[in-house]
């Protein structure tokens, strides 16, 4: 557990300019030089970029092969760039995963479809008890709420919020799979917390991936076979070479 959460929520806007902008090749801290020299985030003070850059790059350099992609993709639509923003970031933070991939479809499932803020607060608070003072857990469960109102888990309504309807496109769901090609996770495709927050459970995943381009998927009692239809996954109209699954 870590409280990057309270310094940056999705940063939908501000992670499309690190895409469009960033070379890794550059050290770190030059790159924060860079970024502020030369107005990457618009007209945001040095201290606000330094927070930014560092986010971002525990979010997108930890996948360098998925952040190559974006900046080969010739437009990536702007609805469809808080789900990316959305996955990278339940990658690089616990909290905003189980908060997303586990807390909100439990909610779901048990028929509540509204939080607030205090709600998830408490929430917060439950998981590690007297960790964190009532304050930082209210900043945590604010915070929460705002990135997952932005990623469009949550409606934009004020307190209480609802749970939406969630219906990811097929592009989005090409690209988590994309991305999670690398990802070693203890749980069964579906059961993650990736794809729950996407609403692509083990009940739904078989129908849903029939959507995804390129992709063939079958499930024979416990075994379960994820491939690519094509030597590589075709992505936004873009060939995306090494897509073994």
């Known amino acids: ?53 560092r986010n971002m790059a525990e979010r997108f350099d930890a996948f360098p092969e998925a952040l190559a992609l974006l900046q080969r993709l010739p437009a990536i639509p702007a609805a469809l760039r808080p789900w990316i923003c959305h996955l990278h970031t339940q990658l690089s933070d616990p909290l905003y995963r189980r908060f997303t991939g586990e807390y909100l479809p439990q909610r779901r499932a048990q028929g509540l479809r ?18 964190w003072s009532v304050i930082t857990c209210r900043k945590f469960g604010t915070n929460l709420v705002a990135t997952a109102v932005e990623a469009g888990l949550l409606g934009k309504r004020r307190d209480p919020r609802e749970l939406t309807d969630v219906n990811v496109p097929e592009q989005v769901l090409g690209y988590a799979l994309y991305l999670l090609r690398t990802v070693r996770m203890e749980r069964a495709l579906g059961d993650d917390p990736y794809l729950r927050s996407l609403r692509a459970d083990r009940e739904m995943l078989p129908s849903l991936l029939q959507r995804v381009p390129g992709v063939t998927y079958q499930r024979l009692g416990r075994v379960e076979e994820l491939d690519w239809q094509y030597p590589s996954l075709t992505v936004w109209g873009v060939q995306v070479l090494g897509g073994e699954a």
Not at 10 to 16: C, G, K, Q, Y
Not at 114 to 124: E, I, K
């Open 1 to 53: 557990m870590h409280t990057r959460i309270l310094r940056c929520t999705l940063a939908t806007d501000d992670s499309h300019a690190y895409w469009r902008n960033v070379d890794l090749s550059v050290p770190l801290e030059q790159r924060i030089r860079l970024a502020f020299e030369r107005r990457w985030f618009g007209l945001k003070s040095e201290a606000r970029v330094d927070t930014l850059m």
């Open 114 to 131: 509204t939080l607030d803020r205090d709600t998830v607060a408490r929430w917060v608070d439950s998981l590690e008890p007297g960790r």
